[in-house]
């Protein structure tokens, strides 16, 4: 049974759009490194980063060397995931795993949309696992450990936590020794079990036709959800942009212009506009 395959004859134009988001999204993600004083930041502005630029330019204004650039652009991310190994971030390794593919199936675009769309369906599904198996979204440790030692989770769960367990939570600031964090108001515990059961729930229900639709949209609501706290806007629109592969016409993937912008704000505010906690 082919889970993944579309039926409206578009995956050649989705494939094209997909190779300029990464393109993007790699300028985009890298320029966070800038700032950095260590040896990743030195290779970010001094080789990384221009290569990543480069190949984004060229990619974009030359149509027939777009392929080439994507493949110079995993190279590049290759390098990265050395340079950072073994301490590498899970969304460097979505986006490296996203050029593999394109790199392997630029000569068959319809089976390259197939394997792009199992990454968002596997990576929800494992995500959702892994809390339900480490038990700790049951009484919202893990949120109410992020919340205690992050300022972006505690403005935002602010919102539906009283100002007594707030006090007690941002008192800790997340140190070695200090808690308990557990959880029992009913609306914060709700917000992190959906968390996991959304999670594996729509991994399943983005593989079968019939629900496919629902799953693409409650897919987008969940990872908006869990935006409006970590804010991780360069991964957020990436991942958003390989849910919505799985939705048939042209209307969503015709938005990787604006997601692709997004990313590109995201890292000019991350650098100008520090308050706003972003990534």
């Known amino acids: 049974m082919d889970w993944t395959r579309a039926h409206d004859g578009l995956d050649a134009a ?8 990464i393109l993007i999204t790699m300028v985009a993600h890298c320029g966070m490194l800038l700032g950095r004083a260590d040896e990743l930041g030195w290779w970010a502005r001094t080789v990384l980063e221009p ?32 340079l950072s190994w073994p ?19 630029r000569g068959d675009e319809a089976l390259g949309m197939r394997a792009l769309r199992w990454l968002p369906a596997t990576v929800l599904f494992h995500s959702g696992f892994q809390k339900l198996v480490m038990g700790d979204y049951f009484q919202g440790q893990f949120l109410a450990f992020v919340t205690a030692g992050k300022p972006k989770f505690s ?28 959880i029992t108001e009913p609306l914060f515990l709700a917000m992190s079990n959906m968390v996991w059961i959304g999670e594996m729930a729509v991994g399943v229900l983005l ?20 935006e409006l706290g970590a804010r991780e806007l360069i991964f957020g629109c990436l991942f958003t942009y390989l849910v919505l592969m ?20 995201a890292m000019l505010a991350y650098h100008f506009l520090p308050g706003l906690r972003l990534n």
């Not at 301490?87 to 199936?105: D, I, M, P, Q």
């Open 155 to 182: 403005d935002f769960f602010g919102l539906v936590l009283s100002d007594a367990e707030l006090s007690r939570l941002v008192a800790m600031k997340g140190s070695i020794g200090t808690g308990p964090y557990s």
């Open 207 to 226: 593989l079968y036709k019939p629900t496919r639709r629902f799953a693409v949209w409650a897919a987008v609501a969940l990872i908006a959800g869990i």
């Open 14 to 21: 989705r494939f094209d759009a997909l190779q300029s988001l």
């Open 87 to 105: 301490s590498f971030a899970n969304h460097t390794f979505l986006e490296w795993s996203v050029l593999l593919l394109l790199v392997l199936c």
């Open 246 to 265: 799985f939705y048939e016409g042209r209307r969503t993937f015709a938005l990787w212009p604006v997601l692709g912008g997004i990313q590109i704000l």
């Open 51 to 82: 290569a990543f630029l480069l190949s984004c330019i060229v990619g974009l204004g030359v149509r027939e060397a777009k392929p080439w650039c994507v493949l110079a652009s995993f190279g590049v991310a290759s390098l990265w995931l050395a």
